[in-house]
Protein backbone atom coordinates (compact mmCIF):
# COMPACT_ATOMS: atom_id res chain seq x y z
CA UNK A 1 0.00 0.00 0.00
CA UNK A 2 1.41 3.36 -0.97
CA UNK A 3 1.77 6.14 1.90
CA UNK A 4 -0.59 9.31 1.37
CA UNK A 5 0.86 12.45 0.73
CA UNK A 6 -1.56 15.33 1.87
CA UNK A 7 0.82 17.98 -0.03
CA UNK A 8 0.48 15.70 -3.08
CA UNK A 9 -2.67 15.57 -3.45
CA UNK A 10 -3.34 19.48 -2.63
CA UNK A 11 -1.08 20.63 -5.52
CA UNK A 12 -3.15 17.98 -7.68
CA UNK A 13 -6.36 19.21 -6.94
CA UNK A 14 -5.11 22.88 -7.34
CA UNK A 15 -3.06 21.78 -10.63
CA UNK A 16 -6.59 20.98 -11.77
CA UNK A 17 -8.87 23.55 -10.82
CA UNK A 18 -10.09 26.39 -13.44
CA UNK A 19 -8.46 29.46 -13.49
CA UNK A 20 -10.79 31.02 -11.73
CA UNK A 21 -11.01 29.37 -8.26
CA UNK A 22 -6.78 29.29 -8.61
CA UNK A 23 -7.32 33.33 -8.80
CA UNK A 24 -9.84 33.00 -5.57
CA UNK A 25 -7.54 30.62 -3.82
CA UNK A 26 -4.91 33.46 -4.40
CA UNK A 27 -6.49 36.25 -3.50
CA UNK A 28 -8.97 35.45 -0.58
CA UNK A 29 -6.75 34.25 2.52
CA UNK A 30 -3.92 37.42 2.03
CA UNK A 31 -7.96 39.69 1.73
CA UNK A 32 -9.52 38.08 4.83
CA UNK A 33 -6.09 38.66 7.13
CA UNK A 34 -6.03 42.48 5.58
CA UNK A 35 -9.46 42.76 6.56
CA UNK A 36 -9.40 40.92 10.13
CA UNK A 37 -6.08 43.10 10.80
CA UNK A 38 -7.85 46.14 10.01
CA UNK A 39 -10.65 45.13 12.26
CA UNK A 40 -8.46 44.67 15.25
CA UNK A 41 -6.62 48.16 14.57
CA UNK A 42 -10.10 49.89 14.49
CA UNK A 43 -11.33 47.98 17.54
CA UNK A 44 -7.88 49.23 19.16
CA UNK A 45 -8.01 52.38 18.37
CA UNK A 46 -11.71 52.80 19.85
CA UNK A 47 -10.94 51.19 22.95
CA UNK A 48 -8.68 53.31 23.48
CA UNK A 49 -10.44 56.82 22.33
CA UNK A 50 -13.18 55.30 24.33
CA UNK A 51 -10.84 54.86 27.52
CA UNK A 52 -10.16 58.59 27.62
CA UNK A 53 -13.28 59.99 27.46
CA UNK A 54 -14.61 57.77 30.76
CA UNK A 55 -12.00 59.20 32.92
CA UNK A 56 -13.02 61.19 35.42
CA UNK A 57 -14.13 61.27 39.08
CA UNK A 58 -17.85 61.94 40.34
CA UNK A 59 -18.36 65.37 41.61
CA UNK A 60 -22.31 65.60 42.85
CA UNK A 61 -24.98 62.97 43.25
CA UNK A 62 -28.77 64.46 43.62
CA UNK A 63 -31.09 61.68 45.18
CA UNK A 64 -35.02 62.07 46.02
CA UNK A 65 -35.39 63.57 49.54
CA UNK A 66 -38.17 61.76 51.80
CA UNK A 67 -40.22 65.58 51.92
CA UNK A 68 -40.56 65.84 48.34
CA UNK A 69 -37.14 67.61 47.17
CA UNK A 70 -33.99 66.85 45.66
CA UNK A 71 -30.87 66.54 48.02
CA UNK A 72 -27.51 67.08 46.23
CA UNK A 73 -24.61 64.91 48.01
CA UNK A 74 -20.77 65.84 47.17
CA UNK A 75 -18.11 62.87 46.54
CA UNK A 76 -14.86 63.35 47.94
CA UNK A 77 -12.46 62.80 45.42
CA UNK A 78 -9.99 60.59 46.88
CA UNK A 79 -13.14 58.05 48.83
CA UNK A 80 -15.35 58.08 46.11
CA UNK A 81 -17.86 58.45 49.24
CA UNK A 82 -21.37 60.83 49.09
CA UNK A 83 -20.84 63.20 51.69
CA UNK A 84 -23.80 65.57 52.18
CA UNK A 85 -22.37 69.09 51.25
CA UNK A 86 -22.76 71.48 54.09
CA UNK A 87 -25.65 72.92 53.36
CA UNK A 88 -27.75 70.88 51.33
CA UNK A 89 -29.65 72.87 48.69
CA UNK A 90 -33.30 71.23 48.61
CA UNK A 91 -34.71 71.40 45.07
CA UNK A 92 -38.49 70.93 44.58
CA UNK A 93 -39.52 67.74 41.80
CA UNK A 94 -41.37 68.75 38.81
CA UNK A 95 -44.77 68.11 38.49
CA UNK A 96 -45.97 64.16 38.51
CA UNK A 97 -48.38 65.24 35.77
CA UNK A 98 -46.91 66.15 32.07
CA UNK A 99 -47.40 69.14 30.26
CA UNK A 100 -49.68 69.69 27.31
CA UNK A 101 -47.41 70.69 24.55
CA UNK A 102 -49.38 73.35 22.31
CA UNK A 103 -49.81 72.74 18.63
CA UNK A 104 -48.21 74.14 16.34
CA UNK A 105 -49.93 76.52 13.99
CA UNK A 106 -50.26 75.79 10.31
CA UNK A 107 -48.99 78.57 7.75
CA UNK A 108 -51.00 79.68 4.78
CA UNK A 109 -48.78 80.63 2.03
Do not use: C
Not at 7 to 23: A, E, R, V
Not at 39 to 52: F, I, P, T
Not at 67 to 84: C, E, F, M, T
Request: no cysteine; proline share 8%.
Amino acid sequence: MESYNFSQDLFDTYQSLSDWMKLAWLVVPPAFLLGLLALVMRYRLASKRGAKAVRGTLAYTILPDENGGLRIYAHDGGSGLAVPTSQPTMLPLPDAAPAALAKPQSRRT
